[in-house]
């Protein structure tokens, strides 16, 4: 009789902060309530998978129908647990996704139609597991998991650097309209030929190289993340794309600094 490999070894997530506890009474569906469903399932998977290991060894060791049906049980148990875990994880880094700030809204929509197609997927693995007969029946179903699993890594590591990417964006996207103002009001000095704004004008060609690279690193962390395939090189690809958004927004950090020295010349040249 054939059984189950060791069981999946599910992510964590690398790019948020734990649950925090809901709001008494709140029914808004968000990340949090998502992630804390993750957890839920998670520890009900791993309880089911000790289960399992020990009516697995109880079977292969007395061989009866008894422990065979146990077995039986255990592996079904284990099986829609899991799937329900992978179900759940997709569901809590699809909606830090929706509700992180700046995230690119083309790539959003691409990952959600991803994300809600695997969805889909292990719903329906899920409800067809009791029509399995055999405890090789089961394996069958799980082999068909384990490798539905597997092909969706890059799946997951794409959507939590499309995250880290968003909060990158939107600190971006902040600075550039404060960047907007800044030109404008040194604009109108210059008309007004209040002061001389030579200073202040290469200043913010300063500022604009550094917003400049940022976006340069973070093209060059999306070109990482989306030649990702199979294999052990997946988690350091995502190490790699995830410091050179580390880089972008060091970058940011900069232009953040020069941005404040632009807006105080501004007030002391007034």
């Known amino acids: 009789m054939r059984f189950l490999p060791l069981s999946i070894v599910f992510f964590l997530f690398f790019l948020v902060s734990p649950a925090y506890a809901q709001t008494p009474g709140s029914e808004e569906f968000n990340f949090q309530r998502a992630y804390a469903d993750y957890i839920f399932n998670f520890d009900i998977y791993r309880k089911a998978n000790l289960d399992y290991e020990l009516y697995r060894s109880q079977y292969l060791q007395f061989k009866t129908l008894k422990s065979q049906e146990n077995a039986y049980n255990a592996t079904l148990a284990m099986l829609k647990a899991r ?61 068909k998991a384990e490798g539905r699993f597997k092909a969706d890594i890059p799946l997951f590591y794409e959507t939590l650097v499309g995250t880290s990417g968003g ?74 794309a995830l410091f050179k958004l ?9 232009a953040n600094s020069f941005l404040a020295e632009i807006i105080t010349e501004i007030k002391f040249e007034d």
Not at 116 to 127: A, F, G, K, L, N
């Open 167 to 240: 909060k990158v964006i939107y600190v971006r996207e902040r600075q550039e309209a404060i960047l907007a103002s800044l030109k404008q009001k040194i604009a109108e000095i210059k008309v007004n030929g209040d002061k001389d704004t030579q200073l202040l004008e290469r200043w913010i060609l300063d500022t604009e190289e550094k917003i400049t690279r940022s976006r340069e690193k973070e093209a060059e962390a999306y070109e990482i993340i989306t030649k990702l395939g199979s294999g052990t090189s997946i988690s350091s690809s995502y190490n790699q």
């Open 83 to 143: 799937d329900s875990t992978v179900e759940t994880y997709l569901t809590a880094v699809r909606k830090k996704l929706d509700e992180t700030p700046g995230a690119d809204g083309a790539k959003k929509e691409v990952l959600f139609a991803k994300i809600d197609q695997e969805v889909t997927w292990h719903i329906d693995h899920s409800d067809s597991l009791p029509s399995a007969g055999t405890l090789d029946d089961l394996v069958g179903d799980s082999k």
């Open 246 to 254: 580390k880089e972008a927004y060091q970058y940011l950090k900069e």
